[in-house]
């Protein structure tokens, strides 16, 4: 545990009204919804520093990669892990593969997409979270590292997410896994690309995923109503950072209602695979993610849905310094294990 991790901890387990009264600036109560004290102490501090928007892009980087390398927890000790690469439309993708070493083990696979609006983040991201999921399900997970803007721009990142899909799925066999056991997972951009997958695969008519996990998933970047205007001040993820991240992924000029930009607008949503959705309270995306929840089941697709109302968008992340954010995880890998 870093110095940091640790004075993190140890704030975090003040009162809660000690917490609150030093948690002044921040976003505590939004929509009836009132932020777990710990992770509102936690987003405060967060934000008094600079908006990854107001940043350069490599600054943003680094400055997200410090964040959350500080909120993480480590990997588990429970998986093994082999780095590897993907042919991918734009040349080769980076890619990380975690298998269980505990004896828990099936024939599932997940391919899994990290956050950052397709701007920012990294497989390091969601390092600590993709091994949980492969220590605790038996599953095996690919995670892997897509293009991102503003080098490469739409559909850039959706394309790399469908080749890294359909290679994992046609390459089964490599990791122990079997091609239709093979699921598609990511949170928020990650989300977006994962909701990609899985109507692409139906569209061009092909094996698509098993099942696809979607967690505070991007699916609509024309939406600008509800928890997009009331949750535009929180922390980490704000509304400004939103829109830096849709200026830079989507050309000037470009479709934003197209499939591949805002698959939360598709009318056709019948026959996709069975579904894992979660959002959180405080998060500008949270409403789109439930509103294509309902879509999915009104579809006739098996929905398991949940909202953290007292978290915020990137709890995958915070495992490390919140207890509530490491209780949450534990239930949503729970969720995928019984799903898969």
């Known amino acids: 545990m870093s110095a940091q991790q640790f004075i993190a901890r140890t704030m975090m387990r003040l009162p809660a009204g000690i917490l609150r009264s030093i948690s002044k600036g921040a976003v505590l109560s939004v929509d009836g919804r009132e932020i777990d004290p710990g992770v509102g102490f936690l987003t405060a501090q967060a934000g008094k520093g600079p908006g990854v928007h107001t940043l350069p ?21 429970d998986v093994g892990v082999t780095d590897l690469s993907i042919p991918g439309p734009g040349g080769s993708l980076r890619a990380r593969h975690y298998w269980p070493i505990n004896g828990n083990t099936n024939d599932a696979l997940m391919v899994y997409f990290h956050m950052g609006g397709c701007v920012i983040g990294d497989m390091d991201t969601c390092d600590h979270f993709c091994s949980l999921i492969a220590a605790e399900t038996g599953a095996g997970v690919i995670s892997v590292d897509y ?16 080749a890294a899909f359909k290679w994992v799925r046609d390459n089964a066999a490599q990791f122990s896994g079997s091609a239709d056991r093979v699921a598609v997972g990511g949170d928020s951009a990650g989300g977006h690309l994962a909701t990609i997958v899985a109507q692409e695969m139906k569209r061009r008519g092909e094996t698509g995923p098993y099942l696809q996990v979607l967690i505070y998933p991007w699916v609509d970047m024309t939406d600008d109503a509800g928890s997009m205007q009331s949750c535009g001040d929180c922390v980490p993820l704000n509304t400004e950072t939103m829109r830096w991240f849709e200026s830079l992924y989507m050309p000037e000029g470009g479709d934003k209602t197209a499939p591949m930009a805002s698959p939360g607008l598709v009318e056709d949503l019948s026959g996709l695979p069975k579904a894992l959705v979660y959002t959180a309270g405080f998060d500008p995306l949270r409403d789109q993610g439930e509103a294509y929840a309902r879509r999915l089941e009104e579809a006739g697709v098996q929905v398991t849905f949940r909202e953290y109302g007292d978290l915020p968008h990137g709890f995958t992340a915070m495992s490390g310094v919140s207890k509530r954010a490491k209780d949450v995880n534990l239930e949503v890998v729970s969720d995928i294990g019984a799903a898969l």
């Open 147 to 162: 293009r991102m803007a503003p080098e490469d721009v739409f559909p850039a990142a959706a394309e790399d997410a469908i």
């Open 57 to 77: 892009v490599a600054e943003g980087r680094a400055a997200t990669r410090a964040g959350f390398a500080m909120m993480n927890a480590p990997r588990s000790k």
